[in-house]
């Protein structure tokens, strides 16, 4: 019974790269959310998607940062010309429905370099 | 946005020993939660308090939902080894708009234990 599934598990970038995180929920979740996690910090909401909708993007930066999830494969979060504050640890969560308890990944470690 | 003061930042325990770790907050919450995240893991969850006044056991950990709402503690007993991580409080604030989603969390507590 495969948990959220995020890789890659470490990625390293040079500043003005493209970073692409991928993200599977768990089998039967349609829900997913990502989450940002700075030194230190709590982790901090970005963005709620279902299947090919974004239902909530209030806590994702407007500029140079997406997220989708399509109706076949995982969900993405695109972060373009990333900068060096940029580097963090990004959570995926996936749940049954809105109100059912989220269930993490083991996250993305993206280094700007 | 919200804030969650959570209390101690770290701890440094002897196995075998209680630790009692909180959150507050200035605002109401509908919901607190308990994490636990290992070293380059995520958060799990260990604990979910949905009413005022709640207290829930899971095994060694117990938490209470505070009766003002604005807090809620963490106590472990008899800590073990595998006790160690970063535990962190998370809630729903009351204005949150229904949005149960839009988790708000805490900064951790780092737990040490020493065998």
């Known amino acids: 019974n495969a948990g959220v599934m995020q890789n890659p598990r470490h990625l390293v970038r040079r500043r003005g790269q493209e970073a ?30 279902q299947k090919e909708n974004i239902i909530d993007e209030s806590g994702m930066p407007k500029e140079r940062f997406s997220a989708e999830f399509p109706k076949e494969g995982p969900s993405i979060l695109r972060i373009q010309q990333v900068v060096r504050g940029d580097s963090a ?10 109100n059912s308890p989220l269930h993490f990944g083991n996250g993305t470690r993206l280094t700007v370099t | 946005g919200q804030q969650l003061n959570q209390s101690p930042q770290s701890m440094f325990i002897q196995e075998g020993e209680d630790v009692s770790m909180n959150c507050t907050s200035s605002s109401i919450f509908n919901t607190w939660l308990w994490y636990k995240q290992d070293p380059g893991e995520g958060p ?20 209470q939902f505070g009766i003002t709402r604005k807090d809620s503690f963490l106590n472990i007993s008899a800590s073990i080894p595998s006790d160690v991580g970063i535990y962190f409080c998370a809630g729903h604030p009351i204005n949150s708009g229904g949005s149960n989603y839009k988790l708000t969390f805490g900064k951790g507590t780092l737990l040490t234990v020493n065998p």
């Open chain 1, 20 to 49: 692409r995180l991928r993200c599977s929920p768990m089998k039967g979740h349609s829900h997913v959310y990502w989450y940002r996690q700075l030194p230190e910090e709590g982790l901090k909401f970005m963005v709620y998607l």
């Open chain 1, 89 to 98: 640890a990004y959570f995926c969560a996936s749940s049954l429905d809105e």
């Open chain 2, 44 to 63: 799990v969850l260990l604990i979910a308090l949905y009413k005022a006044g709640e207290l829930t056991s899971n095994g060694r950990l117990t938490a």
